[in-house]
Structures are given as structure tokens and as C-alpha cells.
């Protein structure tokens, strides 16, 4: 099976899989039921949705009903707004240290306005409008933010990671 997460022109994909995928070596292996399996980003990676689902995929993290203790989206070390480098650890405890004052999160828009994706391929920049409402802990009173956000990622092998962000009312 040849398929694609995003949409691939039809002449594009029959150029794949006639010029690059039919010369593509694999092991016979024959398992009654079983398919092999082709995803045309494996070999074209589409970096701008990657980067999109990955600054999506963070802000929900965020806003999540659990506390962070880990995140797979994030850098080992994060460059803060005013240019402090801080651990992972750190940026997390900070991330559920602004949590702890709020009960409930409910995100009414993330739009992700622009990508810029440097010519190396190697780190990129998504620009985002964020509204969400924040419900103050042990009371029904809510709070409203809003504003412009940005991530800044770098790629690691085959996957972007968050090395810096911007999100409104969270500061550090």
C-alpha cells in the first residue's frame, strides 16, 4: 500500500512510485493479512505541516488536563523570551507552576498564521493567534487571554522540537 498524509499531486505520486518506490529494495515478507506499507513523507518529508502539527500538538499539551512531566516535543534545553538557555525540567516546571493557578483551560482559537522554514532545513519559525480561557482554581471566575505566540524549532533527524516559544500569559 502507497499512501500520503497530505495531498500529493496524482502525476507526483506515480513519478514516486514508478521512479523512486519500485526501486526501493525490501526483505519477502509474506504473513497472510499483513501488508507492506509506504508513506510518501517518509522518503519527502512535508516540513511545514510537521511544524504546524508540532506547535499545534505543544499548545494542547499545555493546556492539557495533566501535569507535564515530560514532553517529546521539546528541546533539552530551552531558550526563555529574555535569552536565558534553561532545562527541559525547568521550562516544565515552570509550564505547570502557571497550571497550578488555574483549574480548567479552553482553547478558543489557535491559528497558525505563518511558517518560515530556513534554506538548511535545519530550523524554522511558526507564528500563531491564540485565545483561550483559563478558570481560576477553586473559582468559577475565568480569565481570557489572547494575543500573538511563535515557536522556534530545530530538526532532529527525521522530527522538529521546540527550542524556544512565545505563548500569551505565559511568561518566562
Known sequence: MVESICKVEDSEMYRFITEE???HEIDNISIKGMMTHFTYEEFHPNHEYDIINCTRDFIHEIFGG???EESYLLEKNIKTSSGKIISLKSTLEKINFFRSFYSKFEITLLEISNVII?????SAEAAFDLSYVATMEGSSEKQIFSGA???RLNRKVDFWKIASFEVPGLKF
Not at 530556513?118 to 535545519?122: D, G, I, L, S, V
Open 21 to 23: 518506490l519500485f526501486s
Open 66 to 68: 495533566k501535569q507535564l
Open 118 to 122: 530556513q534554506k538548511n532545513n535545519k
Open 149 to 151: 505566540g511563535k515557536t
